[in-house]
Nanobody, 126 residues
Framework: QVVESGGGLVQAGGSLRLSCVIS????????VGWFRRAPGSDREGVSC????????YEAASVKGRFTISRDPAKNAVYLQMNSLKPEDTAVYYC?????????????????????WGRGTQVTVSS
């Protein structure tokens, strides 16, 4: 099971931190990613991380502003979002695929995750 939290409404330039808690197996067994879908747009892979070795992938659109991290003790993955822009407004989803998958493959959507969360809304006002 994958459960996200932490979305909300924030002004442009502000920050939010999203949390994703995974149950069932230890985090080291997963590659975890954050995705988003804005109204009228395709789903986009934002950032992904290996629960095992912490290797990361970030989309060009968020590089330098968003940071993904993990806490194996809490079986959690976080997405720290800084310098938010109105175009970051979307529903953000956490997803997990069994380890062995490449982090880039998950974020570039070349494979389908095993589990998806229900999503959390992020709205950035101008």
């Amino acid at each position: 099971q994958v459960v996200e939290s932490g979305g909300g409404l924030v002004q442009a330039g502000g920050s939010l931190r999203l949390s994703c808690v995974i149950s069932g197996m230890p985090l080291e067994y997963w590659v975890v990613g954050w995705f988003r879908r804005a109204p009228g747009s395709d789903r986009e892979g934002v950032s992904c991380i290996s629960g095992d070795d912490g290797s990361r992938y970030e989309a060009a659109s968020v590089k330098g502003r968003f940071t993904i991290s993990r806490d194996p003790a809490k079986n959690a993955v976080y997405l720290q979002m800084n310098s938010l822009k109105p175009e970051d407004t979307a529903v953000y989803y956490c997803a997990a695929v069994y380890r062995g998958a490449a982090v880039s493959s998950l974020c570039e959507q070349r494979l389908e995750p095993n589990h998806w969360g229900r999503g959390t809304q992020v709205t950035v006002s101008s």
